[in-house]
């Protein structure tokens, strides 16, 4: 027997959310979902939590275990015991809770629902199936088998930080489009996508690759659209951004402040956000104006070749 | 505790991919419609779903070679005229899926790709990786999303509301607050899918506890074929999930403990690929004679594929063997066992979807057209889910168009309301939980892979008694937001009146026919039983009636592979 803690909260009853403690049995082999079955069934059946295949297929059962956000389904709960010494189960972070472990996903499905989050068809449909290269069909593979069930969201540091990001979920299941052959809207898409809230918006922490229980790639999905974006020669400001920050690291092998924010923002834009720069003044923190190439700048345009070479690759075929 | 009334021209309950193909149809011809589902739809038990879905796509094909083998493996119980529309259809459903989305896996030259699955002549089953259920989910829901239909999503179904022998509406609890509330409409398209919960050793989810099933016979709907309930072969040892029949069909290789390959013995021509029922009944022998591993289990040997195949074409398997059982299968051979997996029977329905209530339609896993007669081979199901879902919500749209709709509903919603009521206040000392485990355990012992008389008439005996006991259950939780205890309730009655039909009409039927295996009565005896069984419930008894099976091109022969 070991201990498990437990995130409960019934706002019907509970003014703030507490934590409980339950002995429960750990044995190797036994999945979290396992324990919470055990403690609802057999110790207090008034706790909630969605669960359903227990084959980490359906997508029900994502919470938040020891600081990261999984499926109880298919978490082992010893190797977890064992690792941190303590064993905490809490609902998804950045969806408001309902009831202990359940959480209010309508903000996540909302967000899948604003992508467009369906094929549409393109002048030529075929009488029979697509034909359809197989390279092309498996670019789709770092997105298509999205269950939905919400890990990525609940990690994603900007959507913490701005709510009205769509968020990796949503953004995977807009790649899966933009980059299906047989639709016929990838480049409305992709201007959609670029505006605000969007691709731009992901400050690439790798969370949600990290956590996703089915190896979906969110963030390689983002990164892949603003490739796309950049191609199709959307301009926005984050494409700009991108585009100036990489030209300086070609040059020099630094980052240029000052050419950066100026290709990305413009003036005025670099104007509006003047108290940045004060601020970076009053601290005494002023960057370079110009900046010396780095020492091993051959190495950093054979690493730009490489990257260039294959990216190529990967969509020309 | 009423609160606004909800109307619609067709209602669909439940959101797989059948209830969503049904609302998609539903709405295309014209009708005001809503979705009630127990679960969000890709919550639906459809993705779990792994190996394909047939169509007799590939040249050299026809879709008569498909109706043929989908006849032989129903060991002959299928409706021919029902299994020759869905393999008609199949060719035009798959591109249909492409068309809408799905991403199907494709071969070298772009085209669709298919593998071999159990039972069939040719390698006619069409996937996406080994995630096609889910793949073929996503496009549907996609459908609903773009179409922009209702969906009330974690809305259980308690009762279906008949008044003048029509349906007039459904009585739905709101999990989220625990509230009861009325919807009416014009047609109800049943697609609740399965109800494999009140086995032992079962893939289903938790969530499959033939709710529709049971609402339909309390309706006035007949359930066919009820005994006829499907064993998958390969199940990992122990938790029971699905290991795909794309497994054996990408080339894996079962073993008993002794090394042996045991399909030698029971289907010398199609040995693994042979059909779940008799692949199921060999894993059972071997155990039973005692050449299985001592916990039951036989070996699903991979190895000589290689990690990068597995990995290309199987990538779930390699998933679930890792990470539940500990075994990498480009190393160590899979423990595998049979579990409970389908049911063939379901609400007996016509060609479009009708049941014996007018206004009320079924499609998918909950309905028995009969498409799977005895036994369902594998990659029919999603099939039938596409076909018969785009049936039977055209079908309910032109009923609605058709009929206006009924009163009343006052009545039904307050008996579920003291119904639920009574389940939170009983002081009875039966809990749920251990009612649950004890239908569990005796189906499966007694009602399982081979079944015989005695065992039959003391599950019946058990059944009727859970029953009983079930009046004096007590549900542990009182608050209203998701409160799984009271649902769990709701879904065990459903269970045990399943069960019920199931057990009894096994015990009926003397002879031993796909799924149904009998030490009794081992041989198929068409003289008296080439028959469906319908199930009816009058008063608190359940009815069994038998009708005729439709027979159109191919006479019943002797079932060997």
Redesign the interface.
Same mark, same amino acid.
Request: proline share 7%; charged share 25%.
């Given at each position: 027997m070991a201990t498990i803690k437990v995130y409960r909260f !019934? =706002?019907?009853?509970d003014e703030k959310p507490r934590y409980e403690e339950f002995d429960v049995d750990m044995s190797p082999?036994r999945t979290v979902l396992n324990l919470l079955h055990d403690i609802?069934?057999?110790e !207090? =059946?008034?706790l %909630?939590?969605r669960? %359903?295949?227990?084959?980490?297929?359906?997508? %029900?059962c994502a919470m938040h275990v020891n600081g990261r956000t999984g499926l109880s389904c %298919?978490m082992?709960a010893k190797p977890l015991l064992d690792r941190d010494g303590y064993l905490v189960v809490e609902p998804m972070k950045n969806m408001p809770v309902?009831? !202990?472990l359940?959480v209010d996903?309508d903000g996540f499905w909302d967000s899948v629902?604003e992508v467009d =989050?369906?094929?549409q068809?393109g002048r030529d449909?075929p009488k029979?199936?697509?034909?359809?290269?197989?390279a092309?069909?498996d670019l789709?593979k770092i997105a298509? !088998?999205c269950?939905?069930c919400g890990s990525c969201l609940s990690e994603c540091t900007s959507r913490e930080a701005n709510p009205d990001y769509l968020g990796p979920a949503a953004l995977a299941k807009a790649y899966?489009?933009a980059a299906?052959e047989?639709?016929g809207a990838t480049m409305g898409r992709l201007m959609a996508y670029s505006e605000a809230n969007g691709i731009w918006d992901c400050d690439t922490c790798l969370y949600c690759n990290e956590v996703c229980p089915?190896h979906v790639k969110p963030m390689d999905a983002i990164m892949r659209m603003r490739e796309m974006a950049i191609e199709a020669g959307i301009e926005s400001q984050g494409s700009k951004h991108a585009i100036a920050f990489y030209d300086t690291i070609l040059k020099s092998g630094k980052l240029n402040e000052f050419t950066t924010a100026n290709k990305s923002l413009g003036i005025r834009g670099m104007l509006r956000t003047s108290d940045v720069a004060t601020k970076v003044i009053l601290r005494w923190k002023i960057p370079e104006v110009r900046k010396k190439p780095i020492e091993g700048m051959k190495d950093v345009e054979k690493l730009a070749k490489l990257v260039e070479r294959k990216r190529r690759r990967r969509t020309q075929r | 505790m009423v609160s606004d009334m909800n109307r619609y021209d067709v209602l669909v309950l439940g959101g797989g991919l059948a209830g969503a193909m049904a609302a998609r149809a539903a709405a295309a011809a014209g009708a005001d419609v809503a979705v009630v589902s127990k679960l969000h739809p890709l919550r639906s038990h459809t993705v779990a779903a792994a190996g394909g879905i047939n169509a007799a796509l590939a040249e050299g094909d026809s879709w008569e070679g498909h109706a043929f083998d989908t006849i032989k493996g129903s060991d002959y119980l299928a409706d021919q005229d029902s299994v020759e529309i869905v393999c008609r259809e199949a060719a035009a459903a798959v591109v249909e899926m492409d068309h809408l989305g799905t991403p199907f896996s494709r071969d070298e030259t772009g085209k669709l790709f298919n593998r071999p699955f159990g039972g069939h002549g040719l390698p006619r089953a069409y996937f996406a990786g080994d995630r096609t259920g889910l793949s073929l989910m996503q496009t549907a829901w996609e459908q609903l999303v773009k179409k922009d239909i209702t969906v009330y999503n974690e809305w259980a179904g308690t009762s279906i509301i008949v008044e003048e022998g029509r349906f007039a509406g459904i009585i739905a609890y709101n999990v989220a607050d625990g509230t009861l509330d009325e919807f009416q409409a014009k047609a109800l398209v049943i697609c609740t899918g399965p109800g494999g919960q009140m086995y032992g050793k079962t893939t289903n989810a938790v969530t499959c506890t033939g709710d529709g099933l049971a609402m339909a016979l309390r309706a006035g709907c007949a359930l066919k074929d009820m005994e006829f309930v499907q064993f998958h072969p390969t199940s990992l040892h122990g938790p029971n999930i699905l290991i795909t029949e794309a497994a054996r069909g990408e080339g894996g290789i079962m073993k008993n403990a002794k090394g042996e390959r045991f399909m030698e013995r029971y289907s010398p021509k199609m040995l693994d690929m042979a059909p779940r029922d008799i692949v199921s009944r060999a894993i059972q022998t071997e155990a039973n004679e005692g050449r299985a591993y001592p916990e039951g289990y036989v070996d699903l040997d991979l190895t000589h594929l290689g990690a990068a195949k597995i990995k290309e074409r199987l990538p779930e398997v390699h998933e679930f063997a890792v990470n539940f059982a500990g075994v990498d299968p480009a190393e160590k051979p899979i423990p595998i066992e049979p579990a409970q997996h389908y049911i063939m029977g379901g609400i007996a329905t016509d060609n479009a979807g009708a049941t014996a209530v007018p206004g009320i339609y079924a499609a998918g896993e909950c309905a028995c057209v009969s498409l799977h007669g005895a036994n369902r081979l594998g990659g029919n199901a999603l099939l039938e889910c596409i076909v018969f879902g785009r049936l039977a919500g055209t079908a309910a749209a032109d009923f609605a168009q058709k009929h206006a709709q009924v009163a009343g509903g006052a009545a039904s919603l307050a008996a579920d309301d003291r119904k639920i009521d009574g389940l939170m206040a009983s002081e009875g000392k039966e809990g749920t939980e251990r009612i649950r485990q004890e239908l569990k355990k005796v189906m499966w012992e007694k009602v399982g892979i081979y079944r015989n008389e005695p065992d039959m008439a003391l599950a019946v005996g058990a059944v009727n008694d859970l029953e009983r006991r079930y009046a004096n259950v007590r549900v542990g939780a009182k608050n209203k937001r998701f409160n799984y205890a009271l649902l769990e309730a709701l879904e065990l009655k459903n269970l045990l009146d399943l069960a019920e039909v199931i057990a009894k009409g096994a015990l009926i039927r003397r002879e031993s026919r796909g799924a149904h295996a009998r030490t009794d009565f081992p041989k198929r005896d068409d003289a008296n039983w080439l028959t469906h069984s319908l199930a009816w419930q009058r008063g608190s008894r359940i009815e069994i009636t038998y009708e005729p099976v439709r027979i159109t091109n191919w006479e019943p022969k002797e079932r060997t592979y």
């Open positions: !019934d =706002p019907e009853q082999g609802h069934y057999n !207090d =059946p008034t %909630s939590f669960r %359903s295949c227990q084959s980490a297929i359906c997508g %029900s %298919s082992q309902l009831k !202990d359940v996903m629902h =989050p369906f094929l068809a449909v029979g199936a697509y034909v359809v290269p197989k092309k069909m789709l298509q !088998d269950i939905m899966r489009f299906d047989r639709d089915i | -």
